[in-house]
């Protein structure tokens, strides 16, 4: 299983990012997904996640500013992320829960398999 998460950068308040995941080496949408972030001195926290029949959950932190989607054709993952704040300045890394394709969960211990990361930065 691969992970490999890329799209982040710095942006200013308000600003957009749309994170990419492409997944290799399982089949895509017999897999739970999901994305997590992680910023300096805190826990690992969920953001969202989609299951293989395409039900979402999102944190209420980035309800209706975040959008989670996937091409299972393309076997990527996608996090659309607009009116970012400086509190969503993190690593975002994409996760994948093996046997658990129908599951939504936020919770980092779900997941079994894990990306390196990609950097956002929103700061004037």
């Given amino acids: ?13 308000g600003g957009s990012l749309r994170l990419s995941c492409t997944a290799s ?14 910023a300096p001195g805190k826990e690992r926290e969920g953001v969202a ?3 293989s ?8 932190s980035v309800k209706g500013r975040f959008t989670i989607s996937k ?30 394709a129908l599951w939504l969960d936020l919770l980092p211990g779900t997941y079994t398999d894990w990306g390196q990361g990609t950097q956002v930065t929103v700061s004037c």
Avoid: H
């Fill in 25 to 38: 080496g399982f089949i895509f949408n017999n897999y739970g997904m999901g994305w997590f972030r992680q």
């Fill in 53 to 60: 029949v395409g039900s979402i959950r999102y944190a209420d």
């Fill in 49 to 51: 996640c989609i299951n």
């Fill in 71 to 100: 091409d299972n054709a393309k076997n990527t993952l996608y996090l659309q992320m607009n009116s970012l704040k400086p509190e969503d300045t993190a690593m975002y890394y994409c996760a994948a829960a093996a046997g658990r």
């Fill in 1 to 13: 299983v691969q992970l490999v998460e890329s799209g982040g950068g710095l942006v200013q308040p």
